[in-house]
């Protein structure tokens, strides 16, 4: 078996926009850590680039969500983020920590060596990895569940039968359709708030049909 000091390390990926914004980070930090920086080059120069897209969902980004096994204890699960969103307590581990430099484009499955601040050698296992969701799906999220509250609130929706008796589905089920101001304007309640809907302001519902 061989030496831990002598153990190859594995192969890693970082995609095109991480390797650009790490780069940076690692120079900009240089004069005043230059540990930190000289450990996260080494990792970037080693790295396979890859086209943003095109890493593997198990693989760690920045941002990405990892449980691993480290050889001191029990498995933990960590953020891996930029210095200034750090938070130990919040379980945000910056980049520039020597684990964080560790677990950049591991992915599951995978085995490294890491020095700690302390000049010891450990060893961790990559159990599993979690991504962030899209900032436009999120937000896209936030805008649908903000419709349909608004939409429930001026009655635009109504308790689907498959629903009522069981508060844990809590689904709701659109109304068929909405009048519109103008004469003979009718739309779907998808495009309600699209086509300018506003309470008070002459839209009335439309004759509802029966949901399955």
Known sequence: ???????????????????ARLSALA????????????????ELERARIVADGWIPTG??????????????????TVTLVFPGDADITEGKVSILTPIGTA?????AGQSIMWTARDGRRHELSV???????????????????????????????RASPQSRGQPDRGSLTPVPAYYGPA?????????????????????RRAKPVTVN
């Open 103 to 107: 677990l950049i484009g591991l992915s």
């Open 183 to 203: 004469q003979g304007e009718v739309f779907p309640p998808d495009q309600l708030f699209n086509a300018g809907f506003r309470p008070g302001t002459g839209w």
């Open 59 to 76: 693989t760690v980004q920045m941002g990405s969500t990892v449980t691993f096994k480290p050889d001191t204890g029990d498995a933990k």
């Open 27 to 42: 120079g900009a930090v240089a004069a005043r850590n230059p540990e930190a920086s000289d450990e996260l080059l080494a």
């Open 1 to 19: 078996m061989k030496d831990k000091k002598t153990r190859r390390k594995p192969n890693i990926r970082i995609s095109q926009s991480d390797h």
């Open 127 to 157: 159990i599993a990895v979690n991504q962030p969701a899209p900032e436009g799906a999120t937000a896209s999220a936030r805008q649908r569940l903000r419709l349909s509250r608004r939409a429930s609130r001026h009655g635009l929706f």
